[in-house]
């Protein structure tokens, strides 16, 4: 067994995680600008108004995103190297 290097296990343990990261970062960002855009349906928002909000729906949702991305993998990262 070599020491260094991981096994086909941890590389498809790895793939899959990083799959799961991604698509529920997708779904979270997706969720938050549907949101926004709800709202400004809701509230009946047009021109500068309208725009505002789902510009602020898009950041927060793609902010909301890469921290759901980079919180998943470090914490499986954490959990790799504790050998769980």
Known sequence: MD??????????AMTVEIAFALVTAA??????FVVSW??????DLSGPAERRV???????????GVWR?????LRFDKQRRLGR
């Open 27 to 32: 779904a979270l960002t997706g969720l938050i």
């Open 54 to 64: 789902l510009t602020g729906g898009a950041l927060l949702g793609a902010l909301a």
């Open 38 to 43: 709800v709202l400004t349906r809701a509230l």
């Open 69 to 73: 991305l980079v919180r998943v993998l």
């Open 3 to 12: 020491m260094g290097r991981e096994s086909r296990w941890e590389k498809d």
